[in-house]
């Protein structure tokens, strides 16, 4: 489907109409604020599958996981102000209807709206298991599980070389892993997407705190054995652990809209929409991890990331209500594994080439550039959190004026 040219009959839902948003996570809690801020009167409904509040979710891998925040400091909605939303947690849409426009529930219930947001996310994948349980971490559920779990003097499995993954290895280190390993596709995690340089200093950085990392490979099983569990290897190694987390990514939890309402993307189920959110279908727009605009379809915007879902719904919100969107900003992401901050801004994946700025990949400062024939498309620092601010103030511009240039 060709996203970029669909005209967009919605725009401008009526002051009065009623808003429905599905997925009560941090695209649909800010479309839900965006639509207050830009005016919209008429009632707002934001149906959850989770019984929890609305939340943030980067805490889950870090600060929730090693204790040092609680669950009040994840809540999204401020609870001295909160939201004119009706909120309706722990049950999941089950369909999605155009005519009439609305959404059923599995709690029975049909919610009809003038506009539906779906904004539903992603959901952890999972390894083929033959026996073993394992951890994920997407939701607080998962994190409770895990941080209720003793890690002290454990040994500690990790599938996954994403930052996601790192991050839940740095914070069992923190708390006092007797063994770290890190199984991974990559032998230096994160080369492919963020390069050499990136891969090598990442690796060192988790050597330094005693990790270990299998020889890279794809993880195929974990099963129980005596002393524990067994992760195995797709090339025959074997790690034993007390605790596997997987952590091989997610996909948009778009299963329930399989019945062909909206186009999907036919490799990664992604609701396919312009980039206003809008899915093509009257009334119906999509945003955050469930979501391709087609930005992120040709590969200018990158997916998965808070900033992205936060941006989106601030656009889609404001096209929802007919006022001006504020300009994509630079795609930004960032990751804390131990001390260190590693934040990445602007057209990361469009580099041809990247260049060691400053710092060192043996020690905790390294700033990277991307270029692209030349010219700077990005910037990835290690507590580099001035000058990484400073780029990415300097490109407050908007992606398409960027290209041009
Ligand atoms: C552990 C973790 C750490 C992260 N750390 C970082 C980081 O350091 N930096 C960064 O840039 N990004 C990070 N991210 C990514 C960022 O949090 C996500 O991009 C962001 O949460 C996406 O927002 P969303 O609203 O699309 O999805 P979510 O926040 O996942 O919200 C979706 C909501 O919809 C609900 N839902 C799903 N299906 C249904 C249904 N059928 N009916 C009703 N409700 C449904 C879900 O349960 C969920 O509550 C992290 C993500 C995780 C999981």
Sequence with gaps: M?????QNPSAGLPAEGHLLIVGAGLAGYHVARGARLTGH??????????????YDRPALSKAFLSGAAAFEHLVLDDPENPLDVTW??????????????GVHTSDGRFHAADAVVVATGAQACRLPLSGGATFVLRNIDDAMALRSRVIENKRIAIVG?????????????ERGAAEVTVAAGEDYPGTARLGVPVGQAV?????????????ASRADSVRDVPSGQELVLANGHR?????????IGATPATSWLRDGVLSLDPTSGAILCDDTGFTGMPGIWAAGDCAQWASQASGLRPVGHWQEAVEQAGILSASLTGTSPAPFQEPY??????????????????????????????TDDLLLSYLRDGAEVGILGFNRLREV??????????TADVLVA
Excluded at 239 to 247: G, M, S, T
Aim: charged share 25%; with cysteine; glycine share 10%.
């Design 2 to 6: 060709d996203t970029t040219s669909m």
């Design 41 to 54: 009167v008429g009632p707002i409904t934001v149906l959850g599958d989770e019984l929890h509040p609305a």
């Design 88 to 101: 309706f947690g722990g049950a999941a849409a089950e369909h999605l209807s155009a005519f009439p426009l």
């Design 161 to 173: 070389g994403g930052f996601l993954a790192l991050e839940a290895g740095a914070t069992c280190v």
């Design 203 to 215: 690796r060192k950085l988790h050597e330094r705190h005693g990790v270990s990392f299998a020889p």
């Design 239 to 247: 790690v034993e652990a007390d605790i596997v987390i997987c952590a």
């Design 333 to 362: 992401f960032w990751s804390e594994q131990y001390e260190v901050k590693i934040q990445a801004a602007g057209r990361i994946s469009h580099a041809n080439e990247v260049r060691v700025v400053d710092g060192s990949i043996e």
């Design 389 to 398: 601010k400073r780029w990415r103030k300097q490109r407050q511009i908007r």
